[in-house]
């Protein structure tokens, strides 16, 4: 069965489907099943595992094209390693134990590469927002650059880098393509914007390391006061600043952002020094995020009315957030 076909399939047949791929993919690790479960879908699909000694794992299915065989293997590696540097780094990864790497293969019925790591117990820090735990938050970042700057990876430069304004993904925003959705003015504040941001990323200050690239609030953990980082797969050659503008951007609307901002700060320059080298930094990488999205919006498919409303809905609020960090920063 090609992607094609597969994609035409009706959802329950998908996900049986899938779940026959997660059970082949298991006996490539050394757990002994229990049971299996599906657990969510976000941009892979995940199924929750426990074992005959109730240990608990959560499988992740990885979506093609989202991320090669080399890329998922150099990542792992990565985290593997991370986690030896430092211990306590809430980092858990289950190693296959027929292999000498971590991702399990299944050719049949549609080929997919898999990951299995433990489960990590708790809430999500979107839920437990405080000050005490956004200074965790920032003190956890500091952690995993610091253990990332000890780490080398033979395979790394397969990853992605944040060299440039769309790093994510081929450049379209600004196409003739597209011009229905980009009249002249919300062009040329976008185009302004990336101009700022392509300066910024030329003038970084910081050494280039691999980030994590994605630890916003739901991509962290909170259980009996510790904080653990999830989800490392967007993780990619950058600097810590641009590490740090992924994690803000999400906060940067609350009514009390300011002093959230500050804490996580304070957290961060209890393990490092803050990196950030001017004023409006962070701002212009938080621009480079807004961008990106934009980026990967546009292209969604416009078939239907209400979804063509909610993108343009979005990319006004963009423009709008563009032209005000043009003003401020100008």
Known sequence: MNLTQFAHLPRRKKLAILRTIVENALLQYDIKIKSISFYAEH????????DQQNDQ????VVRPGDMSYEELVAYLTWLDMMHQQNPRLPILLTKLTKNSHFVATVESPVVRHCCVF?????????SRVSRPNVFKWGKLLASIHNASEKCHVTAANKLRKWNKVFYWDKQVLFSDQYRSLMPTKRLSIYQKTAEKVEKAIQKLASPSIIIHGDLHLDNVKVHKGQLYALDFEDCMWGSPIQDISIALLYIRFRPNHTILFQKFK???DSVRNWPQSYPGEIETFFMGRLLMFANILIKVDHMEEDLDE??????????????NFLQTYH
């Open 43 to 50: 941009s892979n699909i995940l199924y929750k595992v426990v």
């Open 57 to 60: 794992y959560i499988i992740k």
């Open 118 to 126: 433990k489960w990590i117990p708790g809430v999500s820090l979107r």
């Open 266 to 268: 304070d957290g961060y």
């Open 310 to 323: 909610n993108i343009e809905a979005r990319l006004q609020r963009y423009q709008e957030e563009f032209d």
